[in-house]
């Protein structure tokens, strides 16, 4: 059974950090892009960052500067890090996974920028 | 502002046929495949259709995609109850160089 587990949201204030953390199994890790989508509190899917299998990432324009994607293979493990918050970043995050579409995805982990 | 552009809402009754536009531009519908997704609150979106129209195992075959140009559409038939949810379509943006999602079409069954 495929499983995705993201941990690490919470509570954080403004121009805070915080770093999401996605566990996976069930597929070949090291085979498969990843990527972070979330949904902004009362607004649609955002697709944040990606990762290719050779350590190749991408990043929406508002994470651009601010996020970083990182995967750790022998861990089956990738990682957002997110640097200066904002309120427009509050919303739930989630992983995702798929050969042709995202067909894999954790159940989400709310993060809460706030003073 | 999204890159993807779908109506804010569509609605029919049980048993009726529901199309969902998606615009976009040559640079990502245009030259890249669509993809549809369901989300449902509280729960994690789900892939409905890859590659335009192919549905991944599992998906019943009343959604079916569609894609001319730069326009795509998604198709529910024999609308039932549990279709009530918000739909995206999204593909990847040569321009951009990244991922983007339509705006959401919220679906309900009147």
């Known amino acids: 059974e495929v499983q995705l587990v993201e941990s690490g949201g919470g509570l954080v204030q403004p121009g805070g950090s915080l770093r999401l953390s996605c566990v996976v199994s069930g597929f070949t890790f090291s085979s498969n892009d990843m990527h972070w989508v979330r949904q902004v509190t009362g607004k649609g899917l955002e697709w944040v960052a990606g990762i290719g299998t050779t350590g190749d990432t991408y990043y929406v324009g508002s994470g651009r500067g601010r996020f970083i994607i990182s995967r750790e293979n022998a861990k089956n493990s990738f990682y957002l890090q997110m640097n200066s918050l904002g309120g427009e970043d509050t919303g739930v995050y989630y992983c995702a996974s798929g050969m042709s579409g995202w067909i894999h995805w954790g159940q989400g982990t709310l993060v809460t920028v706030s003073s | 502002q999204s890159v993807l552009t779908q109506p804010p809402s569509a609605s029919g009754t049980p048993g009726q046929r529901v199309t969902v536009s998606c615009s976009g531009s040559y640079s990502n519908i245009g030259r890249e495949n669509v993809y549809w997704y369901q989300h449902l609150p509280g729960a994690a979106p789900r892939l409905l259709i890859h590659?335009?129209?192919q549905r991944p195992s599992g998906v019943p075959d009343r959604f079916s995609g569609s894609k001319s140009g730069t326009s795509a559409s998604l198709a529910i038939s024999g609308l039932r109850s549990e279709d009530e949810a918000d739909y995206y379509c999204a593909a990847w943006d040569a321009s951009l160089r990244g991922h983007v999602f339509g705006s959401g079409t919220k679906v309900t069954v009147l």
């Open positions: 590659t335009d129209n």
